[in-house]
């Protein structure tokens, strides 16, 4: 009998052991089933994906006495394909695209964290996305202005790309508070649980009298599976931690000195975080044509207004003199070190043609890239 007892105590450890390492894994799988949602599809590349109805309609400054022409072309739950043309006749003219569900109630996306937009386009580059939600104490229904808008801008070309955008990258813009005579502290996170309407709207830099026809093959919503399991990693870290801790720990005390080392806090200020995110965006992406203050924005999640004052702080310059500032320096540079046309010079810094490189470059250098070449050249090399 004392061997059998013996051998019994002997595997208990063992079997001890693996069911604590195998506990959370049903509670790990159970959350996984309770938080999953499959993805909601607007727009699919297979119809049958589309498992609800939305109605389509057109928006343009006709309503407001403008005379800009949009057409939508082909809706189906595969493509959406639509033109517009801006047209003289309203201060601002506009033209957009919204998306509803065909009974008006309200969309709910606040188990959902990306949005995936398959979008091309024949003359927009920079198409604007917005979702319109329920702001309490804010928004009336007859007023769609009211709702709260949140933006992302789409860089489109002429051939179809694949857009993967976290909900954290949507901001809601400066015009929408002025327009609802409110500011940003009124508000806290938009409530995507109440999705009232998806806006395309015209492209921001197009000129009026050019025809735009926009092709959109997928708008699709997904989980953020990082950001959904997250929480449920440093759960389980924390009890593989404690359990490999009580369950292998030695029983008799043992008199060990601890040798602690620490890092050193960053004595970095706010500000100067936030500096450092502008300036090593503008840095990175200075030769990106049409790189604009919304840009940034939309880059380091700050306002234009913080921005432009950082920049002016620390430069006193505005935003688009410093910007000016980065191209023309590099562009001196390439001058000199290089025998690259002008053309090339002025594309490969960030402007989009040569007329206007030469311009900014005179009015900061008080010469042309052709006589500052010249005149800074090595002598030696300038029979070459």
């Given at each position: 009998m004392s061997f059998i007892s013996s051998g019994t105590t002997s595997l208990s450890k063992p079997y001890h052991t693996l069911i604590g390492a195998l506990l959370p894994i049903p509670f790990l799988l159970l959350y996984i089933f309770s938080i999953y949602k499959s993805p909601l599809y607007i727009i699919a590349p297979k119809a049958n994906l589309v498992t609800e109805k939305y109605n389509l309609t057109?928006?343009?400054?006709?309503?407001?006495?403008?005379?800009?022409?949009?057409?939508?072309?082909?809706?189906?739950?595969?493509?959406?394909?639509?033109?517009?043309?801006?047209?003289?006749?309203?201060?601002?003219?506009?033209?957009?695209?919204?998306?509803?569900k065909s009974d008006s109630t309200f969309l709910d996306l606040n188990a959902y964290g990306k949005i995936n937009i398959k979008i091309k386009a024949t003359k927009g580059r920079r198409i604007p996305l917005y979702l319109a939600s329920y702001a309490k104490n804010n928004t009336n229904p007859t007023d769609r202005i009211s709702y709260r808008y949140s933006l992302i801008n789409l860089n489109v070309k002429d051939v179809l790309g694949d857009f993967l955008i976290p909900f954290e990258d949507l901001h809601t813009p400066d015009w929408w508070y002025i327009s609802n005579h409110k500011t940003e502290q009124d508000f806290g996170d938009p409530d995507y649980s109440k999705v009232q309407y998806l806006y395309f709207t015209h492209c921001i830099n197009i000129a009026k009298d050019q025809e735009d026809i926009v092709d959109v093959e997928e708008i699709s919503f997904h989980m953020d599976w990082l950001k959904k399991l997250l929480p449920l990693v440093i759960a389980l870290l924390c009890y593989y931690g404690l359990f490999a801790f009580l369950r292998f720990r030695k029983k008799s005390p043992i008199d060990t000195k601890v040798n602690f080392q620490y890092e050193k806090v960053s004595s970095r200020n706010h500000q100067d975080a936030e500096e450092e995110k502008v300036f090593a965006f503008l840095k990175a992406h200075y030769t990106q044509q049409e790189l604009s203050i919304i840009?940034?924005?939309?880059?380091?999640?700050?306002?234009?207004?913080?921005?432009?004052?950082?920049?002016?702080?620390?430069?006193?310059?505005?935003?688009?003199?410093?910007?000016?500032?980065?191209?023309?320096?590099?562009?001196?540079?390439?001058?000199?070190?290089?025998?690259?046309?002008?053309?090339?010079?002025?594309?490969?810094?960030?402007?989009?043609?040569?007329?206007?490189?030469?311009?900014?470059f005179k009015s900061i250098e008080n010469c042309s890239p052709n006589d500052f070449r010249k005149e800074h050249s090595d002598p030696f090399t300038k029979g070459e």
């Open positions: 057109t928006l343009s400054d006709t309503i407001d006495g403008g005379n800009t022409n949009i057409q939508v072309l082909t809706y189906s739950p595969t493509q959406l394909r639509f033109k517009y043309t801006l047209k003289q006749g309203f201060v601002s003219p506009y033209a957009n695209i919204q998306i509803c840009d940034v924005q939309s880059a380091t999640g700050l306002h234009e207004r913080k921005i432009s004052s950082l920049i002016k702080k620390k430069t006193d310059l505005n935003f688009k003199q410093f910007l000016n500032g980065l191209r023309i320096t590099e562009a001196k540079r390439m001058l000199l070190e290089s025998k690259l046309p002008i053309s090339d010079i002025a594309f490969q810094v960030g402007y989009a043609n040569a007329s206007h490189f030469n311009r900014v």
